[in-house]
């Protein structure tokens, strides 16, 4: 895959990173609302995209390991450290349970009520990849009807746990696993019929293409309102979600296109930007809470009525992205022990630049990867 036909993809999954950390920062409103729409399927559509299903079979174990190596050290460890700093903090900083209750929390695999931390996208993806993976192996060459069942029926089988089951949040996330799957099915699909081409057809379709998307989108997200499938938020309706999902991606992904060809340049630096994307995630809720604690209530900030969020986003968006971005390239960069705690590997000194957020990969197979290009295809 060369750099040309890949930036599009690159540049597509910052601005996706980038409007997580937007929506991060602002409370609960129409704005946000309205991105939630799209902003984390991107996230599984473009890793089915850029997965390469044909070099990955023949090694599924070892790039099963990988995957868990890459998201679930991450997780549980990083899981622990917040923990740590809870019962550290607390009654000072008091999240509305105790310590005790974080605990069981973490057996359950999903929670708290209200307070499910951003940990859980590296759970879903990693659960998400390995019912892929084992789909694909044995599936890849049967109809596309097949696939089409599970893609359609996955969702369903999600948001079916819950009310099932009858709990707030499914133990694990499992249903964010199945909606998850169906989002990387779909991406997968997509790279079997257009592979790694640009998702253009000429100025004039795309433009067509854009505006009866956009329109689309925004009738279906604003009916839809808030989504947050790792606390078991799916809207009014699961499928509305599925279908904003790939109308957003489709947007996001034109317009990528566009950018990286006018300004060629926005591809490096989205590369750059990607391959500290996993420290990133997992680093800017941290500051963003630690904000919200240290100066959310201060009286000044209720004074700025630009929109309801701008006393939070003034403040979060800009602090949470520098000061992640500094840690993860001055800090975690520099360090084995946090490599391990972030990425649940240690990386090279110069970073491969496929080894980009939400899946980088760990340094082995001689940084040989399962998402790069063959000639084959």
């Known amino acids: 895959m060369t750099e040309k036909r890949e930036s599009w993809i690159t540049f597509a999954k910052a601005v996706a990173l980038l409007l ?58 990083l899981s622990l450290v917040m923990l740590g700093i809870y019962i550290a903090i607390y009654p000072t900083v008091d ?41 694909d192996r044995y599936l890849h060459d049967k109809s596309i009807a097949t696939r089409f069942i599970i893609i359609a029926g996955a969702p369903g ?18 249903d964010a696993v199945f909606i998850a799957l169906s989002f990387i099915m779909i991406g997968s699909e997509i790279r079997r019929y257009h592979h790694l081409s640009p998702w253009s057809k000429g100025p004039v379709i795309d433009l067509i293409g854009f505006a009866t998307a956009f329109g689309a989108y925004t009738i279906l997200s604003l009916n839809n309102n808030f989504v947050n499938i790792g606390e078991s938020t799916y809207g009014n309706s699961i499928y509305s979600y599925m279908v904003t999902g790939v109308l957003g991606t489709y947007i996001v992904c034109l317009l990528s296109y566009y950018a990286c060809r006018g300004f060629p340049s926005l591809g490096r630096y989205a590369s750059s930007f990607n391959n500290l994307g996993q420290e990133i995630y997992e680093t800017h809720p941290l500051i963003i809470e630690a904000s919200v604690q240290m100066v959310g ?11 309801p969020g701008a006393p939070l986003l003034i403040l979060n968006f800009p602090l949470s992205l520098i000061i992640s971005y500094l840690f993860a390239s001055k800090v975690i960069k520099r360090s084995g022990v946090l490599q391990l ?11 491969h630049p496929r080894q980009t957020f939400p899946v980088p990969e760990p340094n082995g197979n001689n940084g040989v990867e399962c998402v790069e290009e063959i000639a084959a295809e």
């Open 20 to 77: 997580v950390i937007f929506i991060h920062s602002t409370p609960r409103d129409a704005v946000s609302g309205f991105l939630t729409g799209f902003v984390m399927p991107a996230f599984f559509i473009l890793y089915g995209v850029a997965h390469n299903n044909r070099k990955c079979r023949g090694k599924l174990k070892s790039y099963l390991l990988d995957r868990a190596r890459a998201l679930m050290i991450p997780y549980f460890i």
């Open 157 to 174: 089988v999600g948001v079916l746990l819950k009310f099932s089951t009858g709990v707030e949040l499914v133990p694990w996330g499992m």
């Open 297 to 307: 209530g201060l009286a000044i900030w209720e004074t700025l009525i630009l929109y």
């Open 95 to 135: 999240l509305g349970f105790p310590p005790l209750d974080f605990v069981f929390w973490l057996i359950y695999g999903n929670g708290p009520l209200g307070r499910v931390t951003h940990l859980w996208f590296l759970r879903t993806m990693f659960f998400a990849i390995v019912i892929f993976s084992v789909i």
């Open 341 to 351: 705690a972030f990425l649940g590997f240690r990386k090279p000194s110069e970073t």
